[in-house]
């Protein structure tokens, strides 16, 4: 039966409820060589990122994907550690962020050896953390897509037909987009199991229109963030008539706990899209069963396995 990989172990769909499909408990994003991610632990987290998820149980959130992948500070072991100490299930990725933050091995390692590495994290374990991978987190640079990150989107085809584990790549402009479903296509991997993160980004909708015709996921996950609500509900709805209402994602990019800032920081909390903005596009007409559609039923299909 389909079912997501969780911090918590397989969570069918009958067990769930609101999901957020892009959030972030734990990131790094200084420079690679600094490796403050390292130096954190689980009990300076969970203080500051427990009370977050808390909040959104309260709303009736039952599961987040963590969208941190190595290069920016990815802890399975603080991601685990948070989601038992809430009893939110967690769903965390293998895979590697864009260059400048791509390691060294990474740089080193063949298609072949990264996907056997991707692999080894979807049907085993992250680095002993006793967390299985529920999915692939990419991403791709603004200009184009590098040679090292096309060879992580060639290993991530292999993993990820090897399992039906989903990607989903930070990928800003929609035009990269295109070129990474073409190798991803190339490699016998469909469409239909990858989503555009950030698709918000792309100012273009046509882009965002040419890519759900072509199978993909789109997903709106700046909500509360720099873009009004208005423009957000606006590019719903035109999802919506264009009948792509089931590749549609909406979540915030929000948290987290920041190693490289005293006490981690203050996170933003998870809690906007819930209390504010789901009001909002009911009020704009789109009736109760979509929206069960885009905040349960779809972030399940996208994640489950
Ligand atoms: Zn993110």
């Not at 929206?291 to 349960?296: G, K, M």
Request: glycine letters at 12%.
């Amino acid at each position: 039966m389909a079912h997501l990989i969780t911090t918590l172990g397989p969570r069918t769909a009958d067990k769930l409820g609101l999901m957020l499909p892009h959030e972030h408990i734990f990131v790094d994003l200084g420079p690679i060589a600094e490796k403050n991610w390292r130096a954190a632990t689980p009990e300076q987290v969970i203080p500051v990122m427990a009370p977050e998820i808390k909040k959104i149980q309260a709303q009736g959130v039952t599961a987040l994907v963590e969208c941190t992948p190595v290069g920016v500070g990815r802890r399975a072991d603080i991601d685990r550690a948070v989601s038992a100490a809430t009893g939110l299930p967690v769903l965390v990725p293998t895979g590697i962020y864009r260059e400048p933050w791509i390691p060294g091995w990474a740089h080193a390692a063949t298609a072949e050896g990264l996907a056997d590495w991707m692999l080894g994290e979807l049907t085993g374990e992250i680095e002993g953390s006793g967390v299985q991978a529920a999915w692939i987190k990419l991403s791709a640079g603004d200009d184009g897509i590098t040679d090292a990150e096309a060879k992580l989107v060639r290993a991530a085809a292999q993993a990820g037909k090897a399992t039906n584990a989903i990607i989903g790549s930070h990928t800003i402009r929609g035009r990269v987009v295109r070129d990474q479903l073409d190798i991803l296509e190339g490699a016998g991997y469909t469409a239909g199991r990858f989503i555009w993160i950030h698709t918000q980004a792309e100012a273009d909708i046509a882009l965002h229109l040419e890519i759900a015709r072509r199978g993909a996921w789109l997903e709106y996950d700046g909500i509360g963030g720099g873009q009004s609500d208005e423009s957000y509900i606006e590019r719903i709805q035109r999802l919506l008539d264009a009948g792509f209402g089931h590749k549609l994602l909406l979540s915030h990019d929000r948290g987290w706990y920041d190693p490289s800032k005293p006490g981690g920081g203050v996170p933003k909390p998870f809690t906007y899209l819930v209390g504010t903005f789901l009001p909002k596009l009911r009020g704009a007409g789109v009736d109760e069963a979509t929206i069960r559609q885009l905040t349960q039923t779809n972030p399940f299909n996208a994640y489950a396995r």
